[in-house]
């Protein structure tokens, strides 16, 4: 199975976007079996993919809503509230993923309270309750038999929730802007990964599959940056050739009934950028497993 995890510590820079679209072009693709995997406490693509509920007494209210497959009464599940969630795994908890309207496309979704409770654990309770979960959790034989991919959404942080998650992948995605700050933290989201991939036991490394320039704008600002980046030879060739351009039509898909729903349906050169990175993307992912 294929990890495919977007990050950057840094917030804004379309990664729920991002992620959201590669799971919409791999429900196009065929057979393709697709797990959503909402690892960030907003829980941004829980909300994009499923009708989530909302508890008005804490601050992090976003919650998964009652799971299809529950029944009250049952005797299987006397012992569940009927919701699940990704947060589950730090919690020792079994995760029933969720079908979505998206063909072929099941979510793990994201519970606020409990994820913003597992990325604010000290140190010692990361290594011991976050940082292996999730690897281990795409370890067991049933996520490995039941789904062909898995797309993490991450939160705005290196934190312990973006660690679990860069451990457990096979591959990254890094979107950025073409400006200072956000180039900034895209080197501290390179240097994460070098260390995660050091620190692995079996060798394995997790790829970097791309660095997509988002929010692009024909400015010089922007093509001195993406200049200087493709001239580094170290991630140069990480960069495709097409970008998310800044648009309010990709903002205007995450309205609820949206005309289209999706970024890869926007007419002109927006959706023909977007439907060109997931192709530039897949092609990276597995080409892989030809070398």
């Not at 995997?37 to 009708?51: A, E, G, T, W």
């Not at 979505?100 to 309770?125: C, F, K, M, S």
Request: hydrophobic share 35%.
């Amino acid at each position: 199975m294929k990890v495919i995890v977007v990050a950057n510590n840094k917030g804004g820079v379309t990664k729920t976007t991002l992620a959201r679209m590669l799971c919409e072009w791999y429900s196009r693709q065929g057979e393709t079996r697709i797990l959503c995997v909402d690892m960030d406490p907003q829980c941004s693509l829980s909300l994009r993919l499923l009708n989530m509920d909302f508890d008005s007494t804490s601050e992090h209210g976003v919650l998964p809503p009652l799971h299809p497959d529950y029944d009250p009464e049952d005797p299987a599940d006397a012992d569940w509230d009927g919701r699940s969630s990704i947060a589950d795994i730090f919690y020792g908890e079994p995760v029933v993923p969720y079908p979505t309207e998206l063909e072929h496309v099941d979510i793990a979704p994201g519970h606020g309270a409990r994820l913003n409770e597992a990325e604010y654990v000290t140190v010692e309770e990361s290594k011991r309750r976050v940082y292996n979960q999730l690897r281990q959790w795409f370890a067991l034989d049933d996520v490995r038999n039941a789904y062909d991919i898995a797309v993490v959404d991450t939160p705005p942080k290196k934190g312990p929730l973006t660690i679990a998650a860069i451990r457990a992948a096979t591959h990254v995605i890094i979107p950025t802007e073409m400006e200072q700050q956000s180039v900034e933290g895209l080197q501290r989201m390179l240097l994460l990964l070098k260390r995660e991939n050091f620190a692995r036991q079996d060798g394995v490394e997790a790829r970097l599959a791309a660095i997509v320039p988002v929010k692009y704008r024909n400015v010089n600002l922007h093509k001195d940056f993406l200049s200087l980046l493709r001239g580094n030879p170290q991630i140069g060739n990480k960069i495709p050739a097409h970008k998310i351009p800044h648009s309010i039509k990709v903002a205007e898909t995450d309205v609820p009934g949206a005309v289209p729903p999706s970024i890869l349906d926007i007419r002109g050169p927006v959706g023909q950028e977007a439907q060109s990175i997931c192709r530039y993307i897949t092609q990276q992912v597995f080409d892989d497993d030809k070398t």
